[in-house]
């Protein structure tokens, strides 16, 4: 019945699905290894590939970091452990399968791919697909085409300028919009200014962890006056940057996915929509719509990647 | 020998060419006429081609507002006369032709296309092309194809906001790049400051007309503190939106024309490089050049309409 399998390889875990159809048939998850670097990384999706009846159609692998699609080279990866040069991913992991089909792309592109042809972008040929999570990253489909560009950086919209001067991202770039939007820099801003003296439960909520979307959606439910700022932020810098995707690319649609905007929520979603359209040029109905596949748009994704550019 | 017709439709001049291999034969210029709306100006295009000898394989029209290609319409041009509805120039046009083959694009589109096939741009598929003029508009080509968009939207680059809350640019929104880069802009917010007291050559160099582009080069010229000052605003500004907009859709060039860009020189575009490279994300080397065509871009790119897409 052959089918393909589609690879999420993220920095804590890896997914694997057996993909029919467009659908997730069965699926396999495990800790991303922390010692042995990418041949331990290549060995683990191995044995998930052969764990779900072997590479099929092929195989479709999501990394994070720079791809290079032609060659399924992933560089600039530091969340995956011992990766800190480039690595064949594509070659090795072919070699591994006995010759196999394999395809490499990037994991916000898959998502976005995974987005327009199965989930809530679906027939809609001019989209932008945003993830708000621990950063902020994108993936524009431009008249049915998945957008690369000519160095595999297009998308990056987590450091287009939304505030010249303003809050530091993590690239180290001043008034980026992850900075204002992504947890991280929720994190970042809201641990400075309790330091600084203001009042907020954001950080008790956090206990001593990280402050998860959990903890930023469990401190706007207690009315939390800090919290309640910088997700008022985040909407204003999402309603800077999409209006300005907009003008400079001309959309139809944004797709939200990521962790942040999903626990947030629609209401979250919508608040984003208000915020662009309310900053559009021209007469543009600009639709924000939260992401439809959760999850699985990483595996999903990824073997849709086999089927073709 | 055939050759194709290019026409570039202005407020005050419409300039037709015979284009023949890429390069202008004949050139015929005349005023914009000012009475007989639509019909007065397909009047003049028809007298235009058939001074340069006919139709030939076809012609090609750039005009200003928006240009639905398909059909050849062409809608909110508040600088043409008597042109305040959508008019169907291709299908007048065509008709008035005698069935001749006619596509009619937005004028900045056109140059885009322009620079990117016989210009600065050639050989390179991934540029922008930023018109820095009393305006600044922009087209892009991506993949080596003009990207018009789903709404004929696309490189509005002078609509992106550079400074939330800044000044007011012509379209009515806050801190747009046109408002810093513009020609018009510059005017306004020159005016501004000088009727608000800051001392200034530019009024008195500009006397009792528009500050032309010259104008702002003959004060810089002679180290007027303003125009020093408002130029870098500009400058910024330009860096600001085309880091933005290299981060979004990964560019390897941006070509720049347009009327103050041009008197300004290439010292202007060097600025305008350099402040984009401080601002980009990752490592990719940004090119800004000259554009290469001058007052030809126009119907030179008109003429390559009518050869496909």
């Known amino acids: 019945?052959?089918?393909?399998?589609?690879?999420?390889?993220?920095?804590?875990?890896?997914?694997?699905?057996?993909?029919?159809?467009?659908?997730?048939?069965?699926q396999e998850k495990r800790s991303t290894p922390t010692g042995g670097g990418p041949e331990g990384i290549v060995a683990l999706i191995v044995e998930l590939v052969e764990e779900l009846g072997g590479p099929g159609d092929g195989v479709g692998v999501g990394a994070p970091g720079m791809v290079d699609v032609e060659t399924g080279t992933v560089s600039r990866a530091p969340n995956l452990p011992g990766w800190d040069h480039s690595v064949r991913l594509g070659a090795m992991l072919q070699k591994a399968l006995g010759g196999a089909r394999v395809v490499v792309d990037n994991d916000v592109n898959v998502g976005a791919l995974a987005e327009h042809r199965l989930g809530a972008g679906r027939g809609v040929d001019n989209l932008l697909c945003i993830f708000?999570?621990?950063?902020?990253?994108?993936?524009?489909?431009l008249d049915g085409q998945l957008r690369r560009g000519p160095h595999g950086m297009a998308g990056e919209i987590g450091h287009m300028i939304v505030?010249?001067?303003?809050?530091?991202?993590?690239?180290?770039?001043?008034g980026h919009l992850e900075a204002y939007a992504g947890r991280s820099g929720l994190e970042r801003e809201a641990r400075a200014r309790h330091a600084a003296g203001e009042s907020t439960a954001l950080v008790d909520i956090a206990a001593d962890g990280r402050m998860k979307s959990s903890v930023f959606a469990k401190a706007l439910d207690a009315d939390d006056r800090l919290a309640a700022e910088l997700v008022d932020d985040a909407v204003e810098a999402l309603?800077?940057?999409?209006?300005?995707?907009?003008?400079?690319?001309?959309?139809?649609?944004?797709?939200v996915g990521g962790g942040l905007a999903d626990r947030?929520?629609?209401?979250?979603?919508?608040?984003?929509?208000?915020?662009?359209?309310?900053?559009?040029?021209?007469?543009?109905?600009l639709r924000c719509v939260p992401a439809a596949l959760g999850d699985d748009a990483g595996t999903l994704g990824a073997a849709l990647l086999v089927a073709g550019p």
Chains 1, 2 share one sequence.
């Open 1 to 26: 019945m052959a089918g393909r399998i589609g690879v999420d390889l993220g920095g804590t875990k890896v997914l694997a699905s057996l993909v029919v159809d467009g659908e997730v048939r069965r």
């Open 132 to 141: 708000v999570g621990t950063g902020v990253g994108g993936g524009f489909v």
């Open 163 to 174: 505030h010249p001067g303003g809050r530091e991202c993590g690239c180290g770039g001043p």
């Open 239 to 255: 309603g800077i940057a999409l209006s300005t995707a907009t003008a400079l690319v001309d959309l139809d649609l944004v797709v």
């Open 264 to 285: 947030l929520g629609p209401a979250f979603v919508g608040r984003m929509e208000e915020a662009t359209r309310s900053r559009m040029f021209g007469t543009t109905a």
